[in-house]
């Protein structure tokens, strides 16, 4: 007698078939988006980044722009180069954001002894070969021009025991010469201060404001 076909085991091949290809289009659309939100990431950490980038350059350009006219004017009047008023004043005050410039508009670190006008805070001197943190007197102004002003008549009269301490840097011919003199005459203690103060004036190409100056 003839057998019978039997066909169970060829549907359940096809249904195995496709359960398997649709395990397999399941995994794929997990690795599409996968990849998709993979790259989008970093796509947005790109984009994020670059946006902090600007800010910072228009911060930065802002705050050149603010000092730059008065140091300046200042520059014509008592001969300290523009461009060392300018890169001092971004130093010390970090672009303006440092608590003493931002409260008390004073970008120089100027310190004082009349309670009146000044304000006791912490900062941070370079002394015997490390890092200190200690409590200074600073003076507090109503405009930061007045600081400006301060910190220039300062390098031009010299300090209280020593007219003549910062004489070097008022008979500099250029930015360099200034910046060195800045560290030999004992202006700040950071061993690393006139480098600094020369690569901000490369950086931002402050040198322009020297034209007409000496």
Do not use: C
């Not at 103060?197 to 404001?209: D, P």
């Amino acid at each position: 007698m003839p057998q019978k076909k039997r066909y169970p085991a060829r549907r359940n091949n096809r249904r195995r078939s496709k359960k398997n290809n649709n395990t397999t289009f399941i995994l794929l659309a997990i690795i599409a988006v996968f990849v998709i939100s993979f790259f989008g990431y970093r796509r947005y950490v790109q984009y994020k980044s670059e946006t902090q980038v600007e800010m910072v350059q228009q911060e930065h350009n802002s705050f050149v722009k603010k000092v730059a006219p008065y140091a300046v004017t200042l520059g014509k009047q008592y001969g300290v180069l523009p461009s060392i008023t300018i890169a001092q004043a971004i130093l010390e005050s970090n672009w303006g954001t440092s608590s003493l410039a931002s409260q008390y508009n004073n970008y120089f670190g100027i310190k004082g002894e009349d309670p009146s006008n000044t304000k006791v805070l912490q900062t941070k001197e370079y002394t015997n070969g490390q890092w200190i943190t200690i409590n200074g007197r600073f003076r507090v102004y109503s405009d930061f021009r007045e600081s400006m002003k301060d910190h220039t008549k300062l390098l031009v009269d010299g300090t209280s025991w020593n007219s003549q301490q910062y004489k070097q840097v008022i008979q500099s011919k250029d930015y360099i010469e200034a910046a060195v003199a800045l560290q030999t005459d004992g202006y700040a203690t950071d061993p690393g201060y006139t480098t600094k103060i020369i690569r901000i004036i490369q950086k931002y190409n402050l040198k322009k404001y020297d034209e007409g100056i000496k």
